[in-house]
């Protein structure tokens, strides 16, 4: 009975520091907040702290191709940071040419999500990164699989030590590393932030002020665009795509209430000028074409928002409308790809260091 008890009692603070491995390597890290981001409102889940160790190893792991099943798709081509962080086509192409149904959203400050995905189908960034390795469409593979092929590049093993406190791979460690990558890809600094924060009467040019001033009245956007990521977070049906034959019915499918048909979530709109196509089924070409979407009071259907009105805004109207959407653009830089661990065997003993600098 009692050498039992001591042995659960080892058992458990064995499985205890196991835990506490995970929690404290590596080097805590705060990332730099640009003008207009609430950095009172980023929060990162007790379970996932962020170190700098991890951002690494998480940015090698958003870029790395090996994580789809014939190591040719990886987050960055659908997300790629050269075109604000999604692909510029109207709806995603993954592993073997293959068409998804839907448009790729931007990554940047998608750490402020309450939902992600259109339909709010994943709650974090460590839950949503799990989903497109083992979708069939994406990166096609499973996340066995994902996670063998990661643990024979022996290149990465010291990553996942530095992250992670030892050289295991998981699909729970990648997604966790790719999460706190994500933490760091963010937008602010606009000419829209050094307006609204700094007061700066030269940041945006007459159309745009006038622009702001119909967003927040008399086009009524702030209705559903609010907040320093312009999103009220929630899902709306705004007609996108109804009149199809089969339309996605977008949050419904997620929570099969009647009244959230057609819904779809409120993205953020910032960097709009690099992320077009816009909507969740990217058929909306370009600014001007949002505003004449959004004047007609969007498309009619029996579940649209009652939010939704006709704006009878004039041209000069839409065209200042536009020029607001433009100052939105943050002042981030596009981080080229990094150089990733390579296909070679190395002595365990070897520092990151090392190894990244061996000649391959
Ligand atoms: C084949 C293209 C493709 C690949 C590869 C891909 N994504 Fe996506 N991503 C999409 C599309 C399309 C959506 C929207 C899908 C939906 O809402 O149903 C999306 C949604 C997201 C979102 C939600 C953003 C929001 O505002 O809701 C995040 C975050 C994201 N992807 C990150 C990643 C990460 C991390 C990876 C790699 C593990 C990845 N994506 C791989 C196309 C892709
Ligand atoms: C009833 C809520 C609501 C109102 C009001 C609203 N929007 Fe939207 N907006 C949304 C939703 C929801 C989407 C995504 C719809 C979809 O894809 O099905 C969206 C999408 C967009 C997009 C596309 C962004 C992207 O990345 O794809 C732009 C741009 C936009 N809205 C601007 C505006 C402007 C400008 C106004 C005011 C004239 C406005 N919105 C009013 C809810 C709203």
Redesign the pocket.
Known sequence: MKTAGIFFIVLFLAGLTFNLGDLVAGEKFEPVFPLGVDKDVFSIPSDNPMTKEKVELGRLLYFDPRLSADGTVSCATCHDPAKGFTDQIPVSKGIKGRLGAR?A?TVLNSTFNYFQF?DGRALSLEDQAKGPIENPIEMGNTHEDAVENISKIAAYKPYFKAAYGDWEVTIDRIANAIATFERTVLSGNSAWDRHVQNNDQTALNESAKRGLEL?EGK???T???VGFNLTDGL??N?G??MSKGNPDL?RYEITKKEEEKG???????RD?LK?AP????GS?GT?EE??DF?NKGGESNPWL?Q??QA?NLTDQEKGD?VAF?ESLEGDWKPEPAPKLPEWYTIESDKSVEEIVNAPS
């Open positions: 448009n959203p259109w967003f086009a009524r956007c209705q559903c665009h899902f709306h705004i996108v795509g977008g819904a779809f979530k409120t993205p953020i709109l709009l992320t816009y909507m969740h089924d909306v600014l949002v505003m959004y928002d939010k939704m704006l409308l959407m």
